[in-house]
């Protein structure tokens, strides 16, 4: 198969998913003489400038729109309703921490987790269980998801910031702040994950 002709594979895989492809989805489309690893830089290339782009996203891939670009495809519709402080503080814990149990989370932000709060990052697709702790109990421990990654614009982990302490109070604002992000109503064509009705649940 030629170089050309794979690259027309992958692209095609890409335009074909609103959601993130993993590389090796990409790679089970293509002979073994052609290697995605290879294709992609050129493909990035190729999106440089244009209206759409190719990200990388943790180890998945998504055409996705130009940031300068999305404004103009913005459509008026109803906001969504923003996560509450209780929903943003513990994802904050736990995109930090991973893989963090529910009395890790308790501990810092110091008050109770309400069961509510977890479903709700559960049904939003940003945080899922990542195993249990080999400790008395075997609690359950949770992690972030790609659809995280992808929701608040992150490339990866690295990308976010690290506070030198999680209860220094900046701690809640830059959650609170990449909320409200995260929450803004979707550009037409951008492929941002659905908006989420996120109740106003607060732990106690």
Known sequence: MSRELGLRIVEAVLFS???????????????????????????????????????RIGQDWALRTDPEIAPYLARVEEKRRKPSRAVLETLAVIAWKQPVTRGEIEQVRGVALAQGTLEQLLDAGWVAPAGRREVPGRPMTWATTPAFLDAFGLTSLDDLPRPDDLDAPDLVVMAQRTGEEAAEPAAEGQGDAPGHDFGDEVSS
Do not use: M
């Open 17 to 55: 998913r609103a959601e993130p492809v993993p590389e090796a989805v990409l790679q089970a489309h293509l002979p073994g003489d052609l290697h995605v690893a290879d294709l992609l830089p050129e493909l990035v290339l190729a999106y440089s400038g244009r209206g759409i782009r190719l990200e």
